[in-house]
């Protein structure tokens, strides 16, 4: 049973990181690929986000597969011959059990070392490319259009930095364009700021309500591009990229840099443990739900909307426990209630299994003709 439930964990995992990937792939694809970005960035940046999807992702699959494989022994009677011979509904849950812990040991992986470690790379390589808009402006031999309005053309940058036949064109105003021009121009930071020195050149503005032009030459002129250049200012790291042991300690230092409070910063680092044992909740309670009822020719369509039924309350419980740990750090081991919760359901489901004449009618003595 074991190794049945690892390989249809594996099956549904894939499936349904699959499905979370593309999503997630299609948003990065309009952010990178429309924003002047190379294939190779859309992969990293994928990758990368690759950690917090699984995450998502496993404790699904663990249900899957305990609800696919509890089906499947049902529909072939092997349930049936089991039990008959001797098998409790606690044993027949133990490899479950075993599984389920395979599934925590691989949710906490994830939960305490890869996915802090990829969303704080993830959050760097943001700012890189966030910083490389510069480099993007400064892209000789090709028209940019940094911003909507405005156009953007170098022909040449020397090895010293001078930039070589400008051409600016502001239409941001549909009332009044302006287009300049020039020789040779550099870039000059002044007070964080950075402006176009342009050297030997000209403005044309374009009046559109009478279709005017004027024309004015300078030796040199001072535009402003800062606004054309978004720069990555970061106040802090994000909860997501702390380490567990961070979260725990919530320092005041910690605090102050993720301008989060102690309580939400420690009931953050007890949620990566919670979400971990989740899976094999997950697991479990999906195969003792189909346990429920014993043999039915109809199928166990009931159990399974039933098992989707407490997976929501489990679920519901998760969230009132996050939110009574976030307004008290005291209240840290609220965040365990969805795992007690679950458990406790599992002991009741497969106590239930054990006896299942509890859920056989009496029939009424029928009285002899």
Partial sequence: MLSQLMTLFGFFSLVLVLIYWINRAVILFDQLIADGQSASVFLEFTALSLPAVIRL??????????????????????????????YSSFRLARPVFYFGLIVALIMSILMHFLVPISSARLVERQADITQNATARLLTP???????????????EITP??????????DTRDPEEQITYTASQAFLVRDAGETQLVMIDGMAQTLRTV??????????????NISNLITRATRRGRGTSELSTWELLTASPELQAETRQSAARLISRGHDRFSQSILG????????????VGGFSRFGVWRQIVAAIFLIVVVKAVETVGLNAARSNENLWFATYLPNVAGFFIIWCLLFAASRPYLFK?????????
């Fill in 57 to 86: 992702a496993l404790p699904l699959a663990a249900f899957a597969a305990g609800v696919y494989v509890a089906n499947r022994m049902s529909t072939e009677s092997e349930l049936v011959v089991v039990q008959a011979t001797g």
């Fill in 141 to 155: 031999g090709e028209f940019i259009e940094p911003m909507a309005g405005i156009t953007f053309y170098i022909r």
């Fill in 160 to 169: 010293a930095g001078e930039l070589l036949d400008i051409f600016l064109a």
């Fill in 210 to 223: 009478d279709q005017r032009l004027f024309t004015t030459s300078f030796d040199d002129f001072a535009y």
């Fill in 280 to 291: 094999t909740v997950a697991a479990l309670l999906g195969f003792s739900t189909l346990l």
């Fill in 361 to 369: 009618r009496r029939l009424k003595d029928i009285p002899a003709s």
